[in-house]
């Protein structure tokens, strides 16, 4: 079991910035892949980025060059760089791990952004 904790959900207007924080615990040895994923009312979830233990990135097509996504392994954290927002950005963002070896993957419980137009 792995424990997520999202923080830094908001209200911001257009054009402007948040930085979502992701904390990890419980059983966290293991975890290859932590993310990013949001959904919006009515709407699928979708991915906004992924990083794995190493540090490489992905990012889904509509926040590439605006979000930056990093992860601290040391102290267990994920982090969520959102610059250049945009209402469509509105939605829940939650947290995700997943573990390849026993194939389990985890969620928190989610931190509302709203962005205004």
């Known amino acids: 079991q792995v424990q997520l904790v999202e923080s830094g959900g908001g209200l911001v207007q257009a054009g402007g910035s948040l930085r979502l924080s992701c904390a990890a615990s419980?059983?966290?040895?293991?975890?290859?892949?932590m993310g990013w994923y949001r959904q919006a009312p009515r709407k699928q979830r979708e991915l906004v980025a992924q990083i794995t233990s190493g540090g490489l990135a992905n990012y889904g097509d509509s926040v590439k060059g605006r979000f930056t996504i990093s992860r601290d392994n040391a102290k267990n954290m994920v982090y969520l760089q959102m610059n250049s927002l945009k209402p469509e950005d509105t939605a829940v963002y939650y947290c995700?791990?997943?573990?390849?070896?026993?194939?389990?993957?985890?969620w928190g419980q989610g931190t509302q952004v709203t962005v205004s137009s």
């Open positions: 419980g059983s966290i040895f293991g975890i290859d892949f």
């Open positions: 995700n791990a997943q573990k390849i070896r026993d194939w389990s993957v985890s």
